[in-house]
């Protein structure tokens, strides 16, 4: 009698669990992200109560896009190049001790706003290295068959993090004051640190990797992602959602200048934005959708007429259910555009491709503040949103048309070469 697999009692959805590494490094994920949240709210709330100015508040952005958008490729190359575990813990500690130093600052009542440009400005250029080597790590950790059910357990993991992340930051701003987000913050990186140390990886995934150039392995990447159609449409749909959708310097302002309400209110809309995201990834889990096209596009509309109902909402608990759908339709969209990256990347450009995806979501997403913070300051924040919403439904409908989608659903996704992607 043949002996059952480890895990095979497993829903196909979570079949990535099977893996004891791919368990580790979701649990390490889900409590560094945690703490990331904690952190990411307390510093838009702190900006914006030390300066009083939306466009202060959106440079926390420009100061995080920055470095990400420069160095995203570069980044992505040498993820290809060095081992992926140990770029993770250098990013990982440094990170560590910059929270710890920043809640210091905060408790010693030294810390002033400057401060949490510069903390975003040198997390902005670790995460240019660190994201395209998480990507490519947990990738390797599970295989092909399971690669779709590990790409949502990832996701699960983020966005469970901001659903609790922000009531948390809330709670500990109203508490504990400004060094407490910080702190904790610090030690959540501690679990990642472990389970990267407890993974147990072959040889071949722990030797750094040649290649001709780094310009060269830069340019590779960018030239598979312009070949591949569909993922040039999804990323620049991403594109426009990060610049004109929904970010937290703008949920920060709306909290404060139109609803009237304090730190925890601020928590509810953001946790209520990442239970929405959970649902989103319950779905997807159950329902295993193949028409990545039809279902880009359809949620790409679904978002543009929640994200302006957020701009013409008057109260706090029809925001919160607003937002709740809106992180549901946004975190299927992530979901279904970093599926599709996964397996299309061979796993020698898996670096590459995605630090490609990370300059178009988290480099867009970062500028978004910014342009939130400057429009906010001309024509009212409801405007902005309004005026964001209005730019999404336009690059979304113009994206139906210019890939011709119902004859496009259903194809195999593939780059415009004659060369498998699978094969090399």
């Known amino acids: 009698m043949s002996k059952r697999p480890a895990g095979s009692w497993l829903p196909r959805g979570l079949i990535a669990l099977r893996e004891r590494n791919f368990v580790l490094y979701v649990i390490g994920q889900f409590t560094s992200q945690l703490g990331s949240w904690i952190e990411l709210t307390a510093v ?19 100061f995080r896009a920055t470095p990400t958008i420069l160095l995203a490729l570069y980044g992505g190359a040498m993820a290809d190049r060095l081992p992926r575990r140990v770029v993770l813990m250098c990013t990982e500690s440094t990170m560590l001790v ?22 975003n400005f040198i997390s902005g250029t670790l995460q240019a ?3 395209p080597s ?28 901001g659903f609790i992340g922000p009531s948390i930051a809330g709670l500990a701003l109203a508490y504990g004051g400004y060094s407490l987000p910080f702190f904790i913050n610090a030690v959540s990186f501690v679990a990642m640190l472990t389970a990267l140390v407890m993974m147990k990886l072959p040889k071949k995934d722990e030797a750094p990797v040649k290649h001709p150039s780094i310009r060269k392995g830069m340019s590779e ?63 997807l889990l159950i329902l295993q959708i193949k028409q990545h096209g039809r279902l ?7 978002y543009t007429a929640l994200w302006a109902g957020v701009g013409l909402s008057p ?53 978004g503040r910014v342009q939130s913070g400057f429009t906010v300051s001309l024509i009212g924040a409801p405007e902005t949103i309004l005026l964001g919403a209005g730019v999404i439904g336009v690059a979304v409908a113009a994206s139906w048309m210019k890939v011709r989608v119902p004859e496009y659903i259903g194809k195999p996704v593939v780059p415009e070469t004659e060369e498998d992607p699978e094969q090399h």
């Open 221 to 283: 990447g960018v030239s598979f992602v312009w070949r591949t159609p569909f993922l040039r449409m999804a990323l620049l749909l991403e594109l426009a959602t990060g610049l004109f959708g929904h970010n937290t310097a703008l949920i920060t302002i709306i909290v404060r200048d139109v609803l009237g309400a304090g730190p925890q209110s601020l928590g509810l809309l953001m946790s209520a934005t990442g239970a929405g995201a959970l649902l989103g990834m319950t779905l």
């Open 315 to 367: 109260w706090i608990w029809l925001s919160a259910l607003l937002l709740l759908a809106l992180g549901m339709v946004d975190s299927m969209w992530g979901v279904t555009r970093n599926t599709l990256a996964q397996l299309l990347a061979t796993d020698a450009m898996r670096g590459r491709v995605m630090s490609i995806v990370m300059l178009a979501t988290r480099g867009s997403s970062q500028m």
């Open 134 to 161: 998480r990507h490519a790590l947990y990738s390797g950790l599970v295989p092909r068959e399971a690669m779709s059910s590990a790409v949502t357990m990832n996701s699960v993991s983020v966005r469970s993090g």
């Open 98 to 119: 910059l929270s710890v130093t920043l809640g210091i600052l905060a408790y010693t009542g030294k810390l002033e706003y400057w401060h949490l440009y510069a903390l």
């Open 296 to 302: 880009i596009l359809t949620l790409g509309f679904i």
């Open 44 to 62: 838009s709330w702190i900006v914006y109560e030390m300066t009083n100015s939306p466009f202060l508040l959106g440079l926390v952005g420009l």
């Open 129 to 131: 290295f660190s994201v």
